[in-house]
């Protein structure tokens, strides 16, 4: 699938039902996820970062564009970059980084209204941001699907009103798709679903199963980084074993490498 094909068919994806897009964080995991039969991938900044043994949100531009045209092109479905803020605080940076972002091969991308260590954008400026992006987007013709993120309930600042107020605005200067991570209460998705509506919304799952999620009007289901937690919270309790008792009995569990060559045999580019 060229990436013309991933850009439309994730564009379809959005239109009607419920999916779920997993993160993946480097090239195997996405390959494995596509043997699942999901039919979109999202990168995740938190497991790219760790990766490459660095917190969240330290990879500068330039590593994040490198991972995101090495996932867009390891796996034949559309991929959604988590493109932090953007790498940027103006939003004529912005413009010029999602251009950037575009080039990769990615079929959609995110943007957020958190810049990181010094709390939420003020909210003209953010909206302006959302803005910027969607006309960079519209400028190179690419399709590309924008998610416009609102960032207060991982960001000490839990007020549903501010999030919905945010989420109606980035609607209305262009996101194609609202996202608010950390929102977990049935009601308060339900109040998003509602206020954005018909625009889709995204939502980080956080034990929610997919049937609830798709009941109260969410369109699309990302994971963050949990599976990247979880692949990390496996390697560690192994090796922390080995370091503090010098027994091996983790291994047990593991995988076989034969069924990992075969799955990588079968899902090679």
Known sequence: MNTADKRAAYHRLHEAGCFVMPNPWDEGSAR??????????????????????????KVGLDGA???LAT??????????ADFENGHADSPDQVAKNVALAAETGIAGLSIEDSTGDRGLYTFGLAIERIAAARAA?????????????SEGFIAG???????IRRLVAFAEAGADCLYAPGVREPGQ?????????????????????????????????????SLARIAWTAFLGAAREMADHGTFTAFSGAVSGAELNRAFSDKSP
């Open 65 to 67: 564009l490198k991972h």
């Open 189 to 225: 998705i339900a109040a998003i679903v509602r206020a954005v509506a018909p625009k889709p919304v995204n939502a980080l799952t956080l034990g929610l199963p997919v049937a609830t999620l798709a009941e109260l009007g969410v369109r699309r289901i990302s994971i963050g980084g």
């Open 32 to 57: 494995l996820l596509q043997g699942l039969g999901f039919k979109a991938l999202a990168t995740t900044s938190a497991g790219m970062a760790w990766a490459q043994g660095r917190p969240d949100t």
């Open 137 to 149: 987007i519209d400028a190179d013709g690419t399709g590309v699907v924008l998610t416009a993120r």
């Open 157 to 163: 600042r839990p007020d549903l009103d501010e999030t």
């Open 71 to 80: 996932l867009a092109a390891a796996v034949d479905l559309p991929l959604n």
